[in-house]
Nanobody, 118 residues
Framework: QVQLVESGGGLVQPGGSLRLSCAAS????????MGWYRQAPGKQRELVAG???????NYADYVKGRFTISGDRAKNTVYLEMNSLTSEDTAVYYC????????????WGQGTQVTVSS
């Protein structure tokens, strides 16, 4: 079973930056979507950013201009560059890769904590 492993989370001061990485433990063929989601305490999981196979990206309004998603389908890896972080960005961040040759499967990472605090 392929697993997604996230890294790069941690504690950062307001205005700082972090880069999250997510890599699959094995090969995922037919990837058509890669994304990042987050869940703050007491809130539902929400989309942060996504990238489709053609390279088009979409972002939640509250991260536009601050976060950048990128992915490498050949390496089964997705990244999230986060700049100008605020306390509102504090959450557990989860990566998601959707792929499969016949039937699409959603793979999820275990989550990485991002805490923005002075």
């Amino acid at each position: 079973q392929v697993q997604l492993v996230e890294s790069g989370g941690g504690l950062v001061q307001p205005g700082g930056s972090l880069r999250l990485s997510c890599a699959a433990s094995g090969s995922i063929f037919g990837i058509n979507y890669m994304g990042w989601y987050r869940q703050a305490p007491g809130k539902q999981r929400e989309l942060v950013a996504g990238i489709i196979s053609g390279g088009s990206t979409n972002y939640a309004d509250y991260v536009k201009g601050r976060f950048t998603i990128s992915g490498d389908r050949a390496k089964n890896t997705v990244y999230l560059e986060m700049n100008s972080l605020t306390s509102e960005d504090t959450a557990v961040y989860y990566c998601n890769i959707r792929g499969g040759l016949i039937r699409k499967t959603d793979y999820w990472g275990q989550g990485t904590q991002v805490t923005v605090s002075s």
